[in-house]
């Protein structure tokens, strides 16, 4: 059963416009947010995070908003570059219980088109 | 830093060979977690280590799967015998400390069982 979800598995964007990423999750215990990005034959690298106890966090270019009633996560990106082109992974963790477990979606792949 | 290691990037074998992969974390981090990724299910948490005790191996899918981490700067992940949908990418990841810590990956060995 998949606790995190991101139901569109592709997404293309015009540069210079926004892109929004979004991941939706189930299980109300996870308490802390994080997106990673995705270059082919590389391994994931940490992009941005929020904790439960915000509903927005900011860094740069990228955005991401929580809402916590809906069960839902977005990732905004402003604007967006060719460089952004890559696969997108949504995680989730019960970190305030101890645990260092991780929990993925399966990715959204984002093209941005030049 | 050199970052976190795993070797071989790539590996071919036929079903029912045992296949050995191998991580080296980033000094000094005390978490080591092995991850499966799948075009169905993203990215899986198969197992993670603190101090190199296995603290959470209910992801490992079954009894050919097992791990381990004789010290700090070294893990396997073993699976015996290998079977083809055992083909997948698998990321081996770091972290230091306990909370809201970044999860550092390494570029992954894609396996494919013949």
């Known amino acids: 059963d998949q606790q995190v979800k991101q139901n569109s598995p592709s997404l293309s964007v015009q540069e210079g416009r926004i892109s929004i990423l979004n991941c939706d999750y189930t299980n109300s215990m996870f308490d802390y947010f994080l997106w990673y990005k995705k270059y082919p034959a590389e391994g994931p690298t940490f992009l941005i995070s929020?904790?439960?106890?915000?509903d927005k966090n900011e860094d740069g270019r990228f955005t991401v908003f929580l809402n916590k009633s809906a069960k839902h996560l977005s990732l905004h990106i402003v604007p967006s570059q060719p460089g952004d082109s890559a696969v997108y992974f949504c995680a989730a963790r019960m970190a305030n219980f101890g645990n260092e477990k991780l929990t993925f979606g399966t990715g959204t792949r984002l093209t941005i088109i030049p | 830093d050199a970052g976190v290691i795993q070797s071989p990037r790539h590996e071919v074998t036929e079903m029912g060979q045992e296949v050995t992969l191998r991580c080296k974390p980033i000094?000094?981090?005390?978490?080591l977690f092995w991850y499966r990724q799948t075009m169905m299910r993203g990215l899986e948490l198969l197992i993670y280590?603190?101090?190199?005790?296995?603290?959470?191996d209910s992801g490992m899918p079954e009894d050919r799967f097992s791990a381990k981490m004789p010290n700090a700067s070294f893990s396997t992940l073993k699976i015996q015998p290998s079977e083809p949908r055992d083909s997948a990418v698998y990321f081996c990841a770091s972290s230091f400390g306990r909370g809201y810590n970044e999860q550092f990956f390494g570029p992954g060995t894609r396996l494919t069982v013949l």
């Open positions: 929020i904790s439960s106890i915000k």
């Open positions: 280590f603190n101090n190199n005790v296995p603290i959470d």
């Open positions: 000094s000094g981090h005390d978490y």
